[in-house]
C-alpha cells in the first residue's frame, strides 16, 4: 500500500537514449511534481501537474517531457540522455486542494546514471 | 533560492534531545516552516510544519521565535535511525504553483 511509488528504482543507459520513468499516487492527490537531486545532494523541482495541467516547469530542457495520462499518474520521458542527467529523479504529490498547509509525499526515488 | 540559512552538520547522542536550528529573517508574515528530512537513500520525508505557535506531533516539536526569523526542530529523544539530512523551508507560494525549495539542510549524526 506504498504512498507513492515510482518505477523503476534503478536505470542505467547509454548517451543518446531515450527513456521514461514512471510515477503513481493513490493518495487521491491531484497534484504531482517531479523533483531532480544531483550528485551535490541539491534537491530541486522540475515539474508540478495539478490534475493533469502542467502547472510549474522550471526551465528544464525540452528533452525532459512529462506526461499526465490521469491524476494518479506522472511519468517523466527523457530523450536523448545526456551524462549530466545521471542524478536520482523523485516523484511528490499532495493534495492541490491551494491551501497554504501543503504536505508533500515523496517516493522512493528513481537512480538514474547516464554512461 | 531557498530562504532559510541551516548548520551544514550536528553531531548528537544517542537518547538525547536533538536541536536543530534555523535561521529565516526574510519571511513574510503569511508563510509558513516547513520541515523534512532526507534519510540515506529515501525519498524526503514530512516532519511537521507551523506558522507563528509551537508545534508538537509524534515525530517532534517546531519552536518558532516570536518574531518568526528563526525556529528549531526539536527530537526529543533521538536515536540512530534519525540520521538524516533535515530540511527547514519556508513556503515561497501558495495556491496551485507552490513548490517547495530545498536548501542544503543539516547534515544530523546521532552517535551510538
Known amino acids: 500500500d506504498t504512498a507513492v511509488s515510482q518505477t523503476p528504482k534503478y536505470l542505467v543507459t547509454q548517451m543518446g537514449n531515450d527513456k521514461s520513468i514512471k510515477c503513481e499516487q493513490n493518495l487521491g492527490h491531484d497534484t504531482m511534481y517531479w523533483y531532480k537531486q544531483d550528485s551535490k545532494k541539491f534537491l530541486k523541482i522540475m515539474f508540478s501537474?495539478?490534475?493533469?495541467?502542467?502547472?510549474i516547469n522550471e526551465t528544464v530542457p525540452n528533452r525532459f517531457s512529462p506526461k499526465s495520462p490521469d491524476k494518479a499518474h506522472l511519468n517523466l520521458h527523457i530523450n536523448s540522455l545526456e551524462l549530466g542527467d545521471s542524478a536520482v529523479y523523485f516523484c511528490?504529490?499532495?493534495?492541490?486542494?491551494?491551501?497554504?498547509?501543503?504536505?508533500?509525499?515523496f517516493g522512493p526515488g528513481t537512480r538514474l546514471l547516464v554512461l | 533560492d531557498a530562504k532559510t540559512t541551516q548548520p551544514p552538520s550536528m553531531d548528537c547522542a544517542e537518547g538525547r534531545a536533538a536541536n536543530l536550528p534555523c535561521n529565516h529573517s526574510t519571511i513574510s508574515g503569511n508563510e509558513y516552516v516547513y520541515w523534512y528530512r532526507q534519510i540515506h537513500s529515501q525519498g524526503p520525508q514530512y516532519i511537521i510544519h507551523?506558522?507563528?505557535n509551537n508545534e508538537t506531533n509524534e515525530m517532534a516539536s517546531l519552536i518558532i521565535t516570536e518574531d518568526r526569523k528563526s525556529s528549531t526542530l526539536i527530537l526529543p529523544h533521538a536515536t540512530l535511525r534519525d540520521t538524516a539530512v533535515y530540511y527547514c523551508i519556508v513556503r515561497v507560494e501558495k495556491g496551485r504553483d507552490d513548490k517547495i525549495i530545498f536548501g542544503k539542510g543539516t547534515r544530523l549524526h546521532i552517535l551510538p
Open positions: 511528490a504529490s499532495s493534495s492541490g486542494q491551494g491551501s497554504s498547509v501543503e504536505t508533500q509525499y
Open positions: 507551523g506558522l507563528k
Open positions: 501537474y495539478n490534475n493533469k495541467e502542467l502547472i
